[in-house]
């Protein structure tokens, strides 16, 4: 079964740092281009970063530009996003998500999704 386990989200103060963990398994994830995206309560679900499945490539949101940083490690299966100077913005929900070729905004492009972690940031 091709799933993602992702883990690392919780509550943090404005400023403060989490690492989120996307694990894939049932696929390889070296043959997917991978995503982050994040929900917020009562708005859409946007892509806040991606990288190319050699890493080479990375996009990220203006939002979280200079704070956030995506990497992958192919030999352990998982993606990481590092948070930054975490701002109440920033809450929500987190998602990976795979896809063939190259990176894309686009929600409905992505095959595969993990089931989503939660991180608030406040106060």
């Known amino acids: 079964q091709l799933q993602f386990v992702e883990s690392g989200g919780g509550l943090v103060q404005p400023g403060g740092s989490l690492r989120v963990s996307c694990e894939a398994s049932?696929?390889?994830?070296?043959?997917?281009?991978i995503g982050w995206f994040r929900q917020a309560p009562g708005k859409e679900r946007e892509r806040v970063a991606c990288?190319?499945?050699?890493?080479?490539?990375?996009f990220y949101a203006d939002s979280v530009k200079g704070r956030f940083t995506i990497s992958r490690d192919n030999a352990r299966n998982t993606v990481y996003l590092q948070m930054n100077s975490l701002k109440p913005e920033d809450t929500g929900v987190y998602y990976c998500?795979?896809?063939?070729?190259?990176?894309?905004?686009?929600?409905?492009?992505?095959?595969?999704w993990g089931q989503g972690i939660q991180v608030t940031v406040s106060s």
């Open positions: 990288v190319s499945m050699d890493g080479g490539i990375k």
């Open positions: 049932g696929f390889t994830l070296n043959g997917y281009t």
């Open positions: 998500a795979a896809r063939q070729f190259v990176c894309t905004r686009q929600v409905t492009s992505y095959y595969y």
